[in-house]
């Protein structure tokens, strides 16, 4: 599947990088997740290294600070053991055992990192995320920390509607599940400790700007969707009603698996055009405050790419 995914796709038109702390903080975040008990068994170990968040991490963003890199190699660690917990340990296909882990969380995502306010007791995945939301409100950033929590709740209700697919066998429509893929990817969070990470995130306002809210959705989308198409060949042999483009384009076009794969690298690739053209009108406007946020949502799009060519998760 990763030979049709290079074939298909076009390569994001941006240049690549990666932070020269990255190998550095790859032994720090698997550390940090021993310490929680995110991983604690050497198989679990295993498949957090070969996941390698840093990897990612380091790509979408080359040239923010080392602490900052830290905390989103540590996010992605997270959501790679959360992601993990319901597609391979078997949480996520039954609705009835994950509500109450979800709600555990969603109590945690209260309090907002607050170090004055003890958190529930919330097991390995509760007391690290906890962790996030501190180190996160220590930026100073109030409506910053607000939208990355909101982006994570968003995140843990959407696992809650995958399931229910699950447990009744039901593939989505294309529209319902490109809506809820953008939460389920995680990477509305990620683009935002990115832009933390970078030292100017966007002023609290710019995120409502309906130009800029359009690109974070194709953003956001290019970065699923590349992911679908390299995943779809593992995700089909464990799952074949897998939550992937490519599944669920095959059941709404009655297409066979050459034709819904081509269907969604086109998808893919227009999406590409559309940001370009997009991305160009927002440059044109001639705000420079705006660069750095572009810089990040073109680091995360080239960033899954690359990764994506060498990631392990995916064999």
Known sequence: MRTFAISALREPPFPAGRHE????????SVEWARAFGLIDSSHRVHRLQ????????????????????????DLISWLFVMDDACD?????????????????????LDRCGDPAVVPPAAGPLGDALHDLCR???????????????????????????????????????????????RHIGGARPCLTLTELASGEPPEAG?????????????AVDLVCWCN???????????????????????QEIDAD???????????????????????????????????PALAARRNWIRATYDWSL??????
């Open 21 to 28: 702390a990255t190998d550095r903080v790859a032994g720090e």
């Open 50 to 73: 070969r996941a390698d968040a840093a990897g990612l991490a380091g790509r979408a963003c080359p040239d923010g600070s080392a602490d900052g890199l830290r905390l989103l190699t």
């Open 88 to 108: 391979e340990d078997g949480l996520g296909a039954d609705p009835a055992r994950l509500a109450p882990a979800i709600g555990t969380l969603l109590d945690v």
């Open 135 to 181: 180190r996160t409100r220590l930026h100073d950033r109030p409506a910053l920390l607000l939208r990355f929590v909101s982006q994570i709740r968003e995140y843990l209700l959407a696992l809650l509607w995958e399931a229910a697919n699950r447990e009744r066998r039901r593939v989505p429509e294309v529209a319902d599940y490109v809506q809820l893929r």
């Open 206 to 218: 710019r995120h409502a700007d309906p130009a800029l809210a359009a690109l974070d959705l194709l």
């Open 228 to 250: 679908d198409l390299f995943s779809y060949g593992k995700e089909s042999r464990a799952d074949p009603d897998a939550h992937n483009l490519v599944t669920v384009i095959a």
């Open 257 to 291: 698996e050459p034709g819904a794969l081509r269907a969604a690298a086109d998808r893919f690739n227009q999406g590409l055009a559309a940001y370009l053209s997009a991305e160009d009108a927002l440059l044109a406007s001639g705000d420079d405050r705006l660069r």
């Open 310 to 315: 060498v990631a392990a998760r995916y064999a």
